[in-house]
C-alpha cells in the first residue's frame, strides 16, 4: 500500500510488510497501480528504503490491518505522474530478484 506525496516531483511513499522486507533494495523496478483495479498508473525505481522497521501507518483502512505486521517503509521516484493524484491510495509491486 502506499500513497503518492506532495512533493516536486511527486514520489510514492510506501510500506512493505515485514515478510517481504529484507528483498526490497534501491533500484528495483516497481509499478504503481490504482488502488483496487489493475490499472496501471506509472512505472518507477526504488529512491529510498528504511533501515528498520515500524508499526503500520494511517495508509491502512481497517484496526486489524494495522496491527498484524510491521512494515518497511520505501520511497519510489516515479517516471511518469500525469495520471497521479497527490495523497491519492494506490498499490506498489516491486520486482524483488
Known amino acids: 500500500m502506499a500513497r503518492i506525496a506532495n512533493t516536486a516531483p511527486p514520489i510514492v511513499e ?12 534501491v533500484r528495483q523496478a516497481v509499478i504503481i497501480l490504482a488502488a483496487d483495479r489493475p490499472d496501471t ?3 518507477g525505481v526504488v529512491s529510498h528504503t528504511s533501515p528498520a522497521l515500524s508499526d503500520k501507518s494511517i495508509l491502512y483502512d481497517t484496526a486489524n490491518e494495522g ?7 520505501i520511497k519510489v521516484i516515479v517516471g ?16 524483488i530478484k
Open 14 to 25: 510506501a510500506e512493505v510488510d515485514e515478510l517481504f522486507a529484507g528483498d526490497i533494495r
Open 41 to 43: 498508473l506509472a512505472r
Open 67 to 73: 496491527v498484524d505486521r510491521r512494515v518497511r517503509r
Open 80 to 95: 511518469n505522474t500525469e495520471k497521479l493524484t497527490l495523497n491519492a491510495k494506490v498499490a506498489c509491486r516491486i520486482h
